[in-house]
């Protein structure tokens, strides 16, 4: 149960003073499609459009790899629940010519944060949803200038009870606070808290198959998991970002965060051996208290020199992160026969759990960057990073195992703008990066493999076709070690993995009244190693997709008055469901329908009324979920929602 009682009384208060108060929109107009610059993927509160995300960019995680930025600035991110949508006003992933934006760009892309800063503006902002299936959600936000123009506040509370698409429930209680705090016009600082808990997550079942084949077609809607199989999360982020600027060519960024997630014990259930006829072998697998938590930052100190035309600005950036884990703990507990899609409650048995191992990770990065514009003509950039990783793993009964690496780190961009309407762009980086942790089936798993050197190129054009609609053109090809379970089921390296690809972007104003989002990947993805030469891996890493293609459009023009209609296609031929590269997956496509009516209720304040149908074909499918050791997930059925939101 949600413990922060503070916050709790606050948003009451906050909203029973706020509501005399009209002011401009806050989460009335939401939307994603309008938002988004370019379709690799833009996040605006609940709303999400594009080819990525924060755990997919290129076939890649931007989160698991460490990418993760908030307000540009470097912020390493535990759990997946703790930016609420109370601090976060959305959030992009930068690829190709958008990364170039970045001082010092990453390998797998970058997923940038906004936060929700409050303004000199009263505000109280109310969303509610209904769906998909028999879902509901309730968020209240609220920002008031407690000293005007030096002092505002904004806080958040939320709570939903999630509908998954296999028939079980969680619930989730979310919080946030922000300040803005400007004792100068010099001065900025943004402190901020949020809070995430969601509790009785009914998991689902865990779906392997016991050959070269798919699983058969079940009732997608039937819960068959155990109602003791729960499993609870409770994420906190804390932190600050602030700019001080003394003067107009100099300007010094500083953030620092606190990220933490605890998972309370948390069981799960796995259908080993599934056979075509859909029976399994059961076994149940248990987890004591899980703590990952990390400290992390960047100061960055920025120099302006303009010449003319031609602009300089050199940075001066330190950054770093502190990781520690607390994993395993487990205990498996084979039950015997049983069936997927055909309930069958069994009492739960007695886990006896293995003792906690823990480890550590600490790096420290220092770096400088040079970026010149020439107006009118074009951009170029280059950097240097010296970092310094350490990692330690204790494991019970095992010596300890540190692990260090001290490489240097470049980079290099370059755009040249071709005509006024045509841009030219290439880039070049190597990075550091995490590469992930071994899934619950690993045998040494919850353990976290150490970063490593991952490099990536890419090349592309951006066209505007006009003042509203751009086309972004590109190649690109990124180079990691491969990690995956081997033969012997160990999460570790065991090869290298090419990722060689087209993208394709068009987003905009395509005529008045409609936008687009509109885009496609092809990606070439190829793994290398003595496993593969052997015959013991396939040459294709699994579950990576060879095309994505999405389509998001919106309609309403001013004459119909508020109303507009919404589509969005997805179309992707998927890959591989095992490493062996036997079972290959079948292309699915989905159609998501929906409208909206936007209008003013009490003292002219904005409001939004969306309905969405997803999956109107009712289309079944079958993939891979994300992470290791693949187990199978379906598309959802056809679902329908309803949501609303206003500012007062």
């Given at each position: 149960?949600?413990?922060?009682?503070?916050?709790?009384?606050?948003?009451?208060?906050?909203?029973?003073?706020?509501?005399?108060?009209?002011?401009?929109?806050?989460?009335?107009?939401?939307?994603?499609?309008?938002?988004?610059?370019?379709?690799?993927?833009?996040?605006?509160?609940?709303?999400?459009?594009?080819?990525?995300?924060?755990?997919?960019?290129?076939?890649?995680?931007?989160?698991?790899?460490?990418?993760?930025?908030?307000?540009?600035?470097?912020?390493?991110?535990?759990?997946?629940?703790?930016?609420?949508?109370?601090?976060?006003?959305?959030?992009?992933?930068?690829?190709g010519i958008s990364a170039q934006s970045?001082?010092?760009?990453?390998?797998?892309?970058?997923?940038?944060?906004?936060?929700?800063?409050?303004s000199d503006e009263r505000i109280i902002s109310v969303y509610a949803g209904f769906g998909p299936y028999d879902e509901y959600n309730i968020e209240v936000g609220a920002q008031t200038p407690l000293i005007p123009k030096k002092l505002s506040l904004g806080v958040g509370l939320g709570y939903k009870n999630t509908a998954w698409d296999w028939g079980t429930h969680s619930w989730t209680w979310s919080a946030a606070a922000i300040l803005r705090w400007q004792p100068s016009d010099k001065i900025e600082i943004i402190p901020f808290w949020s809070q995430a808990e969601i509790s009785d997550w009914e998991t689902r079942p865990f779906i392997y198959t016991g050959g070269p084949y798919l699983p058969p077609k079940i009732n997608r809607r039937t819960n068959f998991s155990q109602a003791w199989s729960d499993w609870e999360e409770n994420n906190t982020s804390f932190g600050v970002v602030s700019k001080f600027t003394p003067s107009k060519d100099w300007i010094i960024r500083l953030g620092a965060f606190r990220s933490l997630s605890v998972r309370p014990d948390?069981?799960?259930?796995?259908?080993?051996?599934?056979?075509?006829?859909?029976?399994?072998?059961?076994?149940?697998?248990?987890?004591?208290?899980?703590?990952?938590?990390?400290?992390?930052?960047?100061?960055?100190?920025?120099?302006?020199?303009?010449?003319?035309?031609?602009?300089?600005?050199?940075?001066?950036?330190?950054?770093?992160?502190?990781?520690?884990?607390?994993?395993?703990?487990?205990?498996?507990?084979?039950?015997?026969?049983?069936?997927?899609?055909?309930?069958?409650?069994?009492?739960?048995?007695?886990?006896?759990?293995?003792?906690?191992?823990?480890?550590?990770?600490?790096?420290?990065?220092?770096?400088?960057?040079?970026?010149?514009?020439?107006?009118?003509?074009?951009?170029?950039?280059?950097?240097?990073?010296?970092?310094?990783?350490?990692?330690?793993?204790?494991?019970?009964?095992?010596?300890?195992?540190?692990?260090?690496?001290?490489?240097?780190?470049?980079?290099?961009?370059?755009?040249?703008?071709?005509?006024?309407?045509?841009?030219?762009?290439?880039?070049?980086?190597?990075?550091?990066?995490?590469?992930?942790?071994?899934?619950?089936?690993?045998?040494?798993?919850?353990?976290?493999?150490?970063?490593?050197?991952?490099?990536?190129?890419?090349?592309?054009?951006?066209?505007?076709?006009?003042?509203?609609?751009?086309?972004?053109?590109?190649?690109?090809?990124?180079?990691?070690?491969?990690?995956?379970?081997?033969?012997?089921?160990?999460?570790?390296?065991?090869?290298?993995?090419?990722?060689?690809?087209?993208?394709?972007?068009?987003?905009?104003?395509?005529i008045d009244g409609m936008n687009v989002v509109a885009g496609t990947v092809l990606l070439q993805a190829r793994v290398s190693g003595s496993l593969v030469d052997r015959g013991l891996v396939g040459r294709i890493p699994f579950g990576r997709n060879p095309r994505v293609t999405n389509l998001s459009v919106e309609y309403g023009p001013a004459s119909w008055k508020g109303f507009s209609i919404e589509a969005q296609l997805q179309n992707k031929t998927q890959g591989y469901a095992d490493q062996a590269n036997l079972v290959k997956l079948p292309p699915i496509t989905t159609l998501d329908l929906g409208a909206r009516y936007r209008f003013k209720i009490k003292d002219n304040a904005p409001a939004t009324l969306r309905f969405r149908v997803q999956n109107i074909t009712n289309t079944y499918g079958w993939g891979i979920a994300s992470g290791s050791a693949a187990w199978y997930s379906y598309e959802g059925t056809t679902r329908f929602s309803l949501s609303i939101a206003t500012d007062f």
């Open positions: 149960m949600f413990k922060n009682w503070s916050l709790l009384c606050l948003a009451p208060i906050a909203t029973s003073w706020l509501l005399s108060t009209a002011t401009y929109a806050q989460r009335a107009d939401d939307n994603a499609v309008s938002a988004a610059d370019d379709a690799f993927g833009t996040t605006v509160g609940n709303e999400t459009t594009g080819l990525y995300n924060s755990f997919n960019a290129r076939g890649f995680s931007p989160q698991n790899a460490g990418n993760v930025r908030i307000e540009g600035l470097f912020f390493d991110r535990q759990g997946a629940q703790g930016l609420t949508s109370h601090l976060i006003a959305g959030s992009t992933i930068h690829v970045y001082t010092f760009p990453a390998p797998t892309g970058i997923a940038n944060y906004k936060l929700r800063t409050p948390s069981y799960l259930n796995f259908y080993n051996n599934t056979q075509p006829d859909g029976s399994a072998d059961l076994s149940f697998f248990g987890q004591q208290n899980q703590r990952f938590g990390s400290y992390s930052g960047e100061l960055r100190v920025s120099k302006n020199f303009a010449d003319g035309p031609l602009q300089h600005t050199l940075h001066l950036a330190v950054k770093g992160r502190d990781v520690s884990r607390q994993f395993d703990g487990s205990s498996v507990i084979p039950f015997g026969p049983a069936k997927i899609g055909v309930p069958m409650p069994v009492p739960r048995p007695n886990f006896i759990f293995t003792p906690l191992d823990h480890s550590q990770a600490r790096q420290v990065t220092a770096g400088i960057a040079y970026e010149s514009f020439w107006r009118g003509l074009g951009e170029l950039s280059f950097g240097l990073q010296k970092t310094t990783y350490k990692q330690t793993t204790a494991q019970v009964s095992l010596p300890e195992v540190s692990t260090k690496s001290s490489p240097w780190l470049y980079n290099g961009t370059l755009a040249i703008y071709a005509t006024e309407n045509l841009s030219l762009y290439g880039s070049y980086t190597r990075g550091l990066e995490e590469s992930g942790v071994a899934p619950d089936r690993a045998t040494n798993r919850g353990d976290a493999v150490p970063a490593s050197i991952t490099e990536q190129i890419d090349a592309g054009v951006r066209y505007a076709i006009t003042q509203d609609l751009t086309l972004v053109a590109g190649i690109f090809e990124v180079r990691k070690p491969y990690i995956e379970t081997d033969i012997d089921n160990v999460f570790r390296p065991i090869g290298s993995v090419r990722h060689r690809g087209v993208e394709l972007s068009l987003a905009g104003k395509v």
